[in-house]
């Protein structure tokens, strides 16, 4: 077995091993409470961006001014830090992405 043959298998192995093992990191945003954003602009910022129904997005930014922040969205981290860039560039909102 030549040199580029035992390159080449050892390659193919840890191609294999990173597409078992590897587990994309998936992250919260987390929306903190504002009084200086108004409660429409943030439930039609969440509908927007996430999908939400008026209802969800009603409950969401009812729990972020109750308890001073919630967990509005999961999922792969550089989805998360495309959302935070639009809430807060587009919207004013105060978010944060969390490690899970």
Do not use: P
């Amino acid at each position: 077995m030549n040199m580029s043959s035992v390159t080449k298998v050892k390659n193919s192995i840890v191609e294999s091993l990173n597409r078992l093992f590897y587990v994309e990191k998936h992250v919260n945003i987390i929306l903190f409470n504002d009084d200086h954003v108004y409660e429409g602009l943030v439930r039609q910022a969440l509908m927007n961006v996430f999908g939400y129904s008026k209802s969800k997005a009603y409950d969401l930014m009812m729990t972020a001014h109750t308890y001073g922040s919630a967990i509005v969205w999961n999922g792969s981290k550089k989805e998360a830090e495309d959302y935070v860039v639009l809430l807060r560039t587009e919207y004013g909102l105060r978010t944060e992405v969390v490690d899970v």
